[in-house]
Nanobody
Framework: QVQPVESGGGLVQPGGSLTLSCAASGSIFRLNAMGWYRQAPGKERELVAT???????NYADSVKGRFTISRDNAKGTLYLQMNSLKPEDTAVYYCNTNPPFGAYSWGKGTLVTVSS
């Protein structure tokens, strides 16, 4: 089973910015809507942002206006630009298809920590 590879996480102060990347090559990526998900400590994994094959985007209310999802089909890469980060954005971030129907297994994710 193919596993996406997420990167770009790190420690950032409140109000800061980060850009996450997800390498998920192949026809699975090109032919499916994709999403960024996150899981905070002690919480369930949640859907943060989605992008269709036509690059139509949608966002969870908690990140709307602060996060931007995009995709580069030629590179097989999904991005998440995160601005105005808040401590409650602290989580491990994952990418997968939307919905995650099993074409990709869950990757290791990338940890984002927002703290002063």
């Amino acid at each position: 089973q193919v596993q996406p590879v997420e990167s770009g996480g790190g420690l950032v102060q409140p109000g800061g910015s980060l850009t996450l990347s997800c390498a998920a090559s192949g026809s699975i990526f090109r032919l499916n809507a994709m999403g960024w998900y996150r899981q905070a400590p002690g919480k369930e994994r949640e859907l943060v942002a989605t992008v269709t094959t036509y690059s139509t985007t949608n966002y969870a209310d908690s990140v709307k206006g602060r996060f931007t999802i995009s995709r580069d089909n030629a590179k097989g890469t999904l991005y998440l630009q995160m601005n105005s980060l808040k401590p409650e954005d602290t989580a491990v971030y994952y990418c997968n298809t939307n919905p995650p129907f099993g074409a990709y297994s869950w990757g290791k994710g990338t940890l984002v920590t927002v703290s002063s």
